[in-house]
């Protein structure tokens, strides 16, 4: 089955910083690798997603990046706010959907 | 607005006692997911359902977990009998899937077992 691994567990940036988080996946079927945002105490919340025809995806400050060959894929996020304090998920899904341990991102004011 | 709903919102139970969650997809929606989320465990997996057939239920401990969609619009998951390590969030999510898509995640439930 697809296994998903994402880096690094904790990331703590300056705000208007940029913030990258990569992901690597197992399973080359895998098509479709969506990013989600969690605040604390709330559900994930779908922010971005790729699908495998497609490199890069960029929706205001925050952009995902696909790399099929190498099976990896990143969010970035630039110009960081506070408010962009969050445990971040990716997933892959080639039928049902894994997901990463996430990555708890700290913006400091 | 349409929205994955759960219930309950939070349950606290004794060991042993037999615990069911309900999540109502979003309506349209073909595909069901059940994960459970521990502070060590992240975004598990538990089951899915697609056009209310169990597609993968390898996630879940099979003596103890089972996970049904009696119709359309509801799917449950049942604990019998629980213990205090299935305490956690679960939360539902919903999606239509053709090959693969975005789904949509319930506010999940809160449960506490004692």
């Known amino acids: 089955g697809e296994n998903v691994e994402q880096h690094p567990s904790t990331l703590s940036v300056q705000e208007g910083d940029s913030a990258v988080i990569k992901c690597t996946y197992s399973?080359?079927?895998?098509?479709?690798f969506p990013w989600y945002k969690q605040e604390l105490g709330k559900r994930p919340q779908l922010i971005i997603d790729?699908?495998?025809?497609?490199g890069e995806k960029k929706d205001q400050r925050i952009a995902v990046t696909l790399n099929k060959t190498a099976k990896h894929f990143s969010l970035h996020i630039t110009e960081t706010q506070p408010e962009d304090s969050a445990v971040y998920f990716c997933?892959?899904?080639?039928?049902?959907?894994?997901f990463g341990a996430g990555t708890r991102l700290t913006v400091k004011p | 607005d349409a929205r994955v709903t759960q219930t309950p919102r939070h349950k606290v139970t004794e060991m042993g006692q037999e615990v069911t969650m309900r999540c109502q997809p979003i309506?349209?929606?073909?595909?069901v997911f059940w994960y459970r989320q521990t502070m060590m465990q992240g975004l598990e997996l538990l089951a899915y359902?697609?056009?209310?057939?169990?597609?993968?239920d390898s996630g879940m401990p099979k003596d103890r977990f089972s996970a049904e969609m009696p119709d359309a619009t509801l799917a449950t998951l049942k604990i019998q009998p629980s213990e205090p390590r299935d305490s956690a969030v679960y939360f539902c999510?919903?999606?239509?899937?053709?090959?693969?898509?975005?789904?949509?995640f319930g506010p999940g439930t809160r449960l506490t077992v004692t």
């Open positions: 999510a919903s999606g239509f899937f053709l090959v693969e898509g975005e789904q949509y």
């Open positions: 399973d080359s079927a895998s098509n479709y």
């Open positions: 790729i699908r495998s025809n497609v």
């Open positions: 997933a892959a899904s080639p039928n049902d959907m894994r």
């Open positions: 309506l349209g929606h073909n595909t």
């Open positions: 359902f697609r056009n209310r057939a169990p597609l993968d």
